[in-house]
């Protein structure tokens, strides 16, 4: 096929190549066609015509720029806003839609516009086929009667689109279509080289209408249409002879430019002699071994050039992203021409944190985030924002329990201002996060008025001002050309939707949130062409691959959902339907577009196969993320495509990223960058990692006070216990509307004091199941006092977990059954009871050892018979008595404290009673022929251990249990990394 190109190429002369177009399927294919031909003719010719080269969208521009009295052309923005307009307005004049008019549905519609239109079909034939399907089975089936109601609006929308287009003298392509056909052009194209197949084979193909306006556009001498044996077999040749009668055919197997030495087909490379496809485990470990395969060969002789070199992937995302990570690591030049969507661009995702600031209500996840965004400067009083005042902000919102609302966030700030009293802790902290508060309170006015409904054009308008009074550069961009073009598409964008309400609907009002999902639709449909690297291992998508010329070629990432890729469908309507409006229905077949879609992308994959000149690999990966994924369908027909194989063994595992060099011993620091070798010779002074210090020994430290909670969370991981109690870091604050955890605590343990001291008041020694109704009622009294003291919005939150729901028991059945289910006659019920001495504790070797202890005991019961029982309330999780000591140790000291005031009892239960968990109850259990004793004896000896851990500074990262980790607050600064090997 390039052969063909290159011939019909080099027979043009500049007069004839300016008349002449050549239909490939992206932008990126254009320029790939241009270098291999290039490549070619510039062998043996010092000049060479070039002809225009586009994909479909640039034939008709090119055919628009030569016609005369061209109505007004549309932007795609001009028509998605023209269409919201009459869809909007069909609906206000009764036709009511089944679904919401969302702007991605909008984009969805015009979509099925086009597919009706490019078929070749009018509105009449869509509403009338669909309609004969569907009204047989509307009063059975209430899916026909939704679509048959979904057909009678699209329709009519469709209508009043056409009937504006032309009453505004305007043109979509399709009567951009009509107008071409109607009048010569006196500058005609003369000759067009289709160099893509159809639409069924190709989602860049050719619609049945392309072919028609090439078969009929006047002064068009010539149509030439270009394709492999391969893709004619898979039933192209059918469609193009019914798409273009009276085609010539002309077979040309006999021009190949390959040397007598070549053969005509690569060499299939493969891992072994039954392996065909080499699976690595993910695509960054596909592209590493590729990176270890081309430095091999580099070593050991006379390798092809890179640029002779392909890599070939069936989307570019996200290898282009992975490739600069893993070739930049391994020093591999590498160049890629693509396009990638734009709203994946670095300013896009700012532009995406103000419509996120505004759709949230200045949420404190999405305020912060924005104050902290490098592409954006704010400034407080002529300062710089310092990182920890956004940090002390943050914390401080999320304390205050701030969700979002313009209102909030100034009632906090006054608050700041007046609050009196806050010296401590939180005075510093809203001391340093002054600065960032202003700016916050002072954003957020600025972006208020987008939250309210008001005029499109005016919000778009605010949106472009906040941007550029402050957007700045980036301090050390890497690539500013590239950022500068990213800001110039955004705000041309931007520019470009406020130009398309302006003149089609500048009345439009919308809101923050309206706002917001329409600039991102609208930014979510563009694309960027972005070009990696200048020189070196070519990274291309299949498109542009087709028109490479390349020595050696790997297909990249055969995974089932790639290789083929899966067809994109409407979201209106399934493919039997949409099949009714096909130019050549196949009644007696309605699967037969998909068979003939699948043949043809298999036909794609063996001509790719057969791409390279001299060797050609296949390399497939088995997870993504987590998952695991099945290799393509494609990969089982390798073998059977008669290449001939040559089995090559694997590249040798030498060092050859950047991460390899720095791990050798010693490092071979002269491989890496230079900024990384800076890092590497500070680390280098660091002490060794086989030193005590990196396997958590931080030297002695002297705990202030004794505490069983924080002893727990040691025995839990004594690494996270040194984060949080050594280094003293704060948890990263977490939204919520309920109070924190302390904070509700208190507020239930305030509710059963009460509850407890009147039942006792009352007379009452236990509560029986007898007793439950009195109880009952007398808590709920207790509970509607406590309530009413609570802010509004609080008490509506607690009281369901109070009194329960239809999905759960509340807190008063749980304490109630958990009281009525033990019987026992209480003399004397201890609620907060306070521990405040030194307590004798068994250490290991059955030795004693004082421990001086506070704590207040949530509730201690002193029973008939000389007894006692612990009960500790927990609001949600209860822990492990096997890994916590806490109950144990309250156990043993307060029998000591009770013996001490003259009322010695020994203990008969301890327990945690969770208020709101899935157990209600977990008691300390001894094992058969154990007494309570030994369990208390156990976790005084771990208790005492751990003290003596503690104070020798023995913090190595253990997490137990391991799942720990998925929820430490303190991950990102834990060093597991350096002690697991040790510890494993
Ligand atoms: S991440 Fe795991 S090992 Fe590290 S401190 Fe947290 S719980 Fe311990």
Same mark, same amino acid.
């Given at each position: 096929m390039q052969d063909q190109l290159a011939g019909l190429i080099s027979g043009l002369d500049l007069e004839t190549a300016t008349d002449t177009f050549v239909v490939v399927p992206t932008r990126a294919a254009g320029e790939q066609l241009r270098r291999s031909v290039e490549d070619r003719l510039l062998q043996t010719r010092a000049v060479m015509a070039w002809p225009n080269v586009g994909p479909r969208a640039d034939l008709y521009r090119e055919l628009a720029s030569r016609a005369t009295r061209t109505p007004l052309p549309l932007s795609e923005f001009d028509r998605e806003v023209l269409l919201a307009r009459v869809a909007r307005e069909v609906r206000q004049a009764g036709l009511e839609p089944p679904f919401a008019l969302r702007p991605s549905l909008v984009a969805e519609m015009v979509a099925l516009y086009d597919h009706i239109r490019r078929q070749a079909r009018t509105l009449e034939d869509f509403d009338r086929n669909l309609r004969a399907e569907l009204e047989p089975s509307a009063d059975t089936d209430r899916g026909a009667a939704q679509l048959l109601g979904q057909t009678a609006f699209l329709t009519a929308v469709f209508t009043a689109y056409e009937r504006q287009l032309a009453a505004l003298g305007a043109s979509d392509e399709h009567r951009l279509r009509e107008h071409l056909l109607a009048a010569a052009s006196p500058r005609p194209l003369q000759h067009v080289l289709v160099a893509v197949a159809d639409r069924v084979a190709d989602a860049d193909g050719l619609w049945p209408v392309d072919f028609a306006l090439l078969a009929q556009l006047?002064?068009? =001498?010539r149509v030439d249409v270009i394709a492999t044996e391969a893709l004619l077999a898979s039933g192209f040749l059918e469609r193009v002879h019914a798409a273009l009668p009276g085609l010539d055919e002309v077979l040309d197997a006999g021009s190949v430019s390959r040397t007598s030495t070549e053969s005509a087909a690569p060499r299939l490379v493969v891992p072994a002699a039954d392996v065909l496809v080499a699976i690595a485990r993910d695509r960054e470990e596909e592209l590493a071994l590729v990176a270890r395969r081309l430095k091999a060969a580099r070593r050991s002789g006379a390798p092809p050039p890179l640029a002779r070199q392909a890599l070939i992937v069936r989307r570019p995302l996200p290898y282009l992203y992975l490739a600069r990570s893993v070739f930049g690591g391994a020093g591999v030049p590498f160049e890629a021409l693509d396009t990638l969507p734009l709203a994946a661009e670095p300013f896009a995702a700012a532009l995406d944190l103000v419509l996120d600031a505004v759709a949230t209500s200045f949420a404190r996840p999405a305020l912060v985030g924005l104050l902290r965004s490098p592409h954006f400067t704010f400034e407080a009083a002529s300062l710089h924002l310092s990182e920890q005042a956004i940090g002390a902000l943050d914390r401080a919102l999320a304390e205050a329990r701030y969700l979002g609302g313009l209102d909030r966030l100034s009632a906090l700030s006054n608050g700041w201002d007046t609050a009196t009293g806050h010296t401590g802790r939180e005075g510093r902290r809203r001391r340093l996060a002054r600065p960032a508060m202003d700016v916050a309170l002072d954003l957020a006015r600025q972006l208020a008025p987008l939250s309210e409904p008001g005029p499109v054009l005016q919000q778009l308008e605010s949106v472009q001002t906040f941007l550029s009074r402050h957007h700045r550069p980036l301090a050390h961009d890497p690539d500013p050309e590239r950022s500068a073009r990213v800001r110039r598409a955004v705000t041309g964008a931007l520019a470009a939707l406020g130009a398309a309400y302006a003149v089609h609907d500048a009345g439009a009002e919308v809101t923050g949130g309206d706002l917001s999902s329409t600039i991102r639709r609208f930014l979510g449909g563009q694309t960027f062409a972005v070009r990696t690297g200048v020189a070196g291992l070519c990274l291309l998508d299949a498109q542009a691959a087709r028109f490479a010329d390349v020595d050696e070629a790997q297909l990249l990432g055969l995974v089932e959902g790639e290789w083929p890729e899966p067809a994109r469908r409407s979201i209106f309507y399934p493919p039997s339907l949409l099949g009714?409006?096909?130019? =050549?229905?196949a009644a007696d077949d309605p699967n037969r577009r998909e068979s003939e879609a699948r043949a043809a992308a298999r036909a794609a994959f063996v001509d790719l196969l057969g791409l390279a000149r001299h060797h050609v690999r296949a390399s497939a990966f088995s997870l993504e993320f987590d998952t695991i994924v099945e290799p393509s369908p494609f990969a089982d027909d390798i073998g059977a495509i008669g290449l001939a194989v040559e089995v090559a063994d694997l590249p040798p595992s030498t060092a050859v990223f950047a991460e390899e060099a720095l791990l050798a011993v010693p490092p071979a620091l002269e491989a890496v960058s230079p900024q990384a070798r800076a890092w590497a010779v500070i680390r280098q002074d660091r002490s060794a990692s086989g030193d005590r210090r990196f396997l958590g020994e931080a030297g002695p430290w002297a705990m202030p006070r004794v505490s069983v909670s924080r002893i727990d969370r040691y025995l839990k991981c004594p690494f996270q216990f040194f984060a949080s109690e050594v280094l003293a870091l704060e948890e990263e604050p977490e939204d919520g509307d309920l109070p924190p955890p302390w904070e509700r605590g208190r507020f239930l343990h305030a509710i059963f004091e009460s509850f407890f001291r009147e039942w006792q008041q009352r007379g009452h020694r236990g509560v029986s199941a007898e007793d439950v109704p009195a109880a009952r009622a007398l808590l709920e009294g207790v509970c509607e006092r406590a309530l009413a003291s609570l802010p509004a919005q609080e008490a509506a939150l607690e009281r369901p977990r109070l009194y329960g729901s239809a999905a759960s028991a509340g807190i008063i059945d749980r304490v109630l059954s958990m009281e009525a289910e033990r019987p026992a006659v209480v003399e004397r019920r201890l609620v907060e009871f306070e521990l405040d001495a030194a307590f004798s504790f068994r250490s290991p070797g059955d030795t004693t050892r004082v421990v001086p202890l506070r704590a207040k005991v949530d509730r201690v019961d002193l029973l008939s018979g000389g007894l006692f029982r612990v009960i500790d309330y927990k609001s949600k999780l209860v822990p492990d008595p096997r890994r916590s000591v806490q109950l144990q140790v309250y156990t043993s000291a307060i029998a000591q404290q009770l013996e001490r005031i003259g009322d010695a009892r020994q203990p008969v239960e301890a327990f945690y009673l969770s208020l709101e968990g899935d157990a209600p109850v977990k008691a300390l259990r001894p094992a058969r022929n154990q007494a309570l004793d030994e369990i208390l004896r156990e976790a005084e000896q771990r208790m005492v251990q751990a003290i003596d851990d503690i104070g020798a500074g023995h913090f190595p990262a253990r997490p137990t249990p391991r799942s720990l980790c998925a929820q430490c607050p303190f991950d990102s600064v834990c060093r597991k990394a350096f002690v697991e090997p040790e510890d494993a």
């Open positions: 006047p002064r068009l =001498a009714l409006i096909d130019p =050549a229905p």
